[in-house]
């Protein structure tokens, strides 16, 4: 009988503990709806400070903006014709995007020349020029066992691979 009234004290006991928990949580819900309501109300109350001080931070950075070009003694016309904008849309948004700027994908435009580099080959490669003129040859030899090629120009490409004279005549080997 001790035992019963052991367990029958420890049941009451877990459910007025679980009755206070039920309670803190119900008192900790109204005050947290408390907060946001206040934290809701002081942003519709003060919505117009918090709108023109963003206005204030985006005219500043503008500001900064223009003042930088100046600087650089360029003008915004000039400024958006630098090649990282060539060929791209352009999308600034202010409110909706909360002041972004975004660039869209390179377009191939035929009006628009693409910007050709005039730099040597051997400066670009990261391989042995050895072994990238044996690789060629190779690509060379596969284009004339698929008919792709003649044998003259075959031979004429490797000459220049090899860095022959035209002149001279080379034989054809595979």
Known sequence: ML??????????????????????????????LGLVVIFFGGLA????????????????????????????????????????????????????????????????????????VSAPQQNLLLEDPDVARIKEIENLARLLEKNLITPEEFAAAKAKLLGFDHGRSTTLSH
């Open 3 to 32: 035992f019963k009234e052991n367990k029958n004290k420890e049941g009451l006991f877990k459910s007025i503990a679980l009755a206070y928990f039920v309670l803190i949580m119900h008192i900790l819900l109204a005050a947290a």
């Open 45 to 116: 109350q003060n919505f117009l400070w918090i709108f023109l001080g963003g206005m204030l931070l985006i005219a500043f950075s503008a500001y900064l903006f223009f003042r930088r070009l100046r600087k650089e003694g360029r003008s915004l016309r000039e400024a958006m014709q630098t090649p990282m904008f060539q060929g791209r849309s352009v999308e600034i948004s202010f409110m909706g995007g909360m002041a972004s700027l975004k660039l869209g994908a390179p377009t191939v435009n035929p009006e628009h020349k693409v910007l050709e």
